[in-house]
Structures are given as structure tokens and as C-alpha cells.
């Protein structure tokens, strides 16, 4: 039987790093999968306008689930859609998260169309979002190619070096003042808040972490999750979107069963708490904390978050600071109201704001990409 101290061990560094070396090692990267990034700025079927969704479809977004999908039947324009078999109905109920991510998705399309100097019109929800808990087959958004030429914009020159950092920080460096104030200024058309203070931080920590405690072992939750990892380079390659856990360390683990999904969702195993237990660190290692709020929650409030947080993320890249988003406690489920009320008290927005991301950075080596479907697997056949 695995114990948990072995499994952790071997996930640490043990017997099977060891012995996954050599050839092997250098075939279990998820090659393909991140083909997406290497492709952005070309054109599918000669159409400019794919050179702009390109790389609309690296922006971040909540499980990497990608929810995007275009129509680009009417000339000059594009129309984005939700896929909805992409949602996240038991820790997104209200589909709000994805709408935030489909706000970073039209903030670079944006970008991408301004940095060859075309302007786009960007009119979100253009047949209304209506009043229902979930998102429908309605448009997010209509994006109009512009007569008037458009500035590029200098965060867009960072985009293929973005990410969403789950490592351990550097807890030798603090995130300065400066870089923070520069960060949240890029946070347009909001304002972000941010705190590096040593005892603030400890307690947004720690609150933080209770909720992913209260997430891991809420059932429906926690199972969303588990049915969405992708284990080694086949599944990820097959299925480029959900939770990757990539490479020769990954593989080995699976390879001899001592990971799973299954041992994921076993509560009270000791996979299971193994399983919490490697995400600890990034909560211990949180050097300062970013959060973006809105005035109100509707689905264009959401949509200016997703903008928001793309650009602040950028910012942060642009800086050589890491970023990852906490958005456990942000959630609407049953389970985690009181985490959401206890996070919203130290942040102290007004009272008429909602928060919508919540988000730890610092220092860290950089990741490699996140996998991606390839454009033209996101764009509406007729």
C-alpha cells in the first residue's frame, strides 16, 4: 500500500526521477499540446483575423478549460461564443469565472488586432446577457474591425512569456512597492488592490488555503477537478485543456499507480491528502497578493475582471514577477460562503463591490506553456 510519506517522497524527487532519465525522459513533454503557442501570430485558411484569435485563445482562463468559440462567417467581424460543454457548474454554478475568462480572451484579441495598428470594437453581450444564473447560446461578444487605426499596446509584447506560476516561491524576495503600484495600474478599466505587508499576507494566506481545505473536501467540488486532470503526455495531448500534470516525474508516478484519479478522489486516502499536501507550498510561499473587484456582478462586470486581470498579469510578466490566481474563496457554492465573506473582510471593498479575482505572486522559475487546442478547432463550422 502507498503510504502518504512515500508518495510524497517519490513526488519530491525520489526513485522515479531516478530512473526517468535518458530517452524517455525527453519523450513524455506534452510537445504538441503546446503547439498552439509556437503558431500564434499566423493565419488559418488566409483569414488576418485568425492571426488576432490566435493568440486570443493563450489568454488565462479558470481550468484551463478554453471556453471559447468564434464565428467568423460575417466579414469584419467576430463573434464570440461560450462553449458550454466547457462550464463549470459545481465550482463555477453561476458561470462567473468563465466569463472572466472569456474577458482576458477579448482583451488580447484586442491587443493582438491593435499591435498590426487595426482598431476593434469590442460590444460585450450584444443581445444582452439576460437575467438567467448561467450563460446561453447568446453572443459574449461582437468584436467589429474599425476604420481608425488602433496604437499597439507594450503589454502585448510579453504574452508568449505569461503564465499562470503553480511553484513554490522564492520566500527570499519580497515583491517591491513599486512593482506592485505598476502592476495594479495596468489593471484597466479597474483598479486592482495589492498588499505585501508580512502580516497581511500571512493572513490572506491563510485564509486562502482554508478555503482550497473546504474545496478539496467538498465532494462535487473537489471530483470537478479530479475528472478534469490529464496525466502524462497522451491524455494531455488528447484532451489539451482541464489540469495538466505533464512530464517524465508525472508519468512515472501514474505508471505505477501511485497516482490517479481515482486515488485523487478517494477522501481520506492518503493520495488524497498527498494530494493537498503538494499544493501547500504555494500557499506558505505567497509574497504579495493582488485582488480586482468590481462595482456590482453582473456579466459585463465580469467581463471588465477578465480584461483586468489579463493585463495585470502581463504587467507582472513584464517585471519578471510570477502570478497565480486563489479563486478557491471567490467561488459560489454552498460550502464556501463563509470563506468568501471572511476574504471580502480583509480585502475591504465597498460594499457594493464584488471581488472577482484574488490572486498570490513573487518570484519563481518559468513554466512551460500551458496546453492549448489549436485555433482552428475553436472556430464555428457552418
Known amino acids: 500500500m502507498t503510504t502518504r510519506r512515500r508518495f510524497l517522497t517519490i513526488l519530491g524527487g525520489g526513485v522515479v526521477v531516478a530512473a526517468a532519465t535518458g530517452s524517455w525522459a525527453l519523450t513524455r513533454e506534452p510537445t504538441a499540446a503546446r503547439a498552439p503557442w509556437a503558431a500564434a501570430g499566423k493565419m488559418v485558411d488566409g483569414d488576418p483575423r485568425t492571426r488576432w484569435l490566435s493568440w486570443a485563445i493563450l489568454a488565462p482562463n479558470p481550468h484551463n478549460r478554453q471556453p471559447w468559440i468564434v464565428d467568423l462567417r460575417v466579414p469584419n467581424e467576430i463573434t464570440l461564443l461560450v462553449d458550454l460543454d466547457r462550464r463549470l457548474p459545481d465550482t463555477d454554478p453561476f458561470d462567473r469565472q468563465i466569463t472572466i475568462g472569456l474577458g482576458a480572451f477579448l482583451e488580447l484579441a484586442r491587443m493582438a488586432a491593435a499591435e498590426e495598428g487595426i482598431a476593434l470594437d469590442v460590444k460585450a453581450f450584444p443581445d444582452g446577457a439576460g437575467t438567467a444564473a448561467s450563460l446561453d447560446l447568446r453572443p459574449i461578444a461582437r468584436l467589429k ?30 515583491v517591491s512597492q513599486s512593482d506592485l503600484e505598476a502592476i495594479a495600474a495596468e489593471a484597466i478599466p479597474l483598479r486592482a488592490g495589492f498588499t505585501a505587508d508580512t502580516t497581511e499576507v500571512a493572513r490572506l494566506r491563510d485564509i486562502a488555503w482554508r478555503a482550497m481545505v473546504i474545496e478539496m473536501n467538498t465532494p462535487a467540488a473537489a471530483i470537478e477537478s479530479v475528472d478534469l486532470t490529464r496525466i502524462g503526455r497522451a491524455e494531455i495531448e488528447a484532451n489539451p485543456d482541464g489540469i495538466s500534470l505533464s512530464g517524465p516525474l508525472m508519468e512515472g508516478l501514474a505508471h505505477t499507480g501511485l497516482l490517479s484519479r481515482e486515488g485523487m478522489a478517494q477522501f481520506g486516502s492518503a493520495g488524497h491528502q498527498a494530494m493537498m499536501d503538494a499544493q501547500k507550498p504555494q500557499f506558505d510561499t505567497a509574497m504579495a497578493f493582488i485582488w480586482i473587484a468590481t462595482e456590482g456582478n453582473d456579466r459585463l462586470a465580469q467581463v471588465s475582471a477578465g480584461r483586468a486581470y489579463l493585463r495585470a498579469n502581463l504587467a507582472a510578466t513584464a517585471r519578471g514577477v510570477a502570478m497565480q490566481p486563489f479563486s478557491q474563496a471567490l467561488q459560489e457554492y454552498p460550502e464556501m460562503a463563509s470563506s468568501y465573506a471572511e476574504l471580502a473582510n480583509a480585502l475591504a471593498p465597498r460594499a457594493s463591490d464584488r471581488v472577482q479575482m484574488f490572486a498570490r505572486l513573487g518570484y519563481a522559475p518559468l513554466p512551460a506553456q500551458s496546453p492549448r487546442w489549436p485555433l482552428a478547432t475553436r472556430i464555428l463550422k457552418a
Not at 502585448?156 to 499562470?164: A, D
Request: net charge positive; charged share 25%.
Open 145 to 174: 474591425v474599425m476604420t481608425k487605426e488602433a496604437a499597439p499596446d507594450p503589454l502585448f509584447h510579453h504574452v508568449s512569456l505569461r503564465r499562470t506560476n503553480r511553484a513554490a516561491f522564492d520566500v527570499s524576495r519580497a
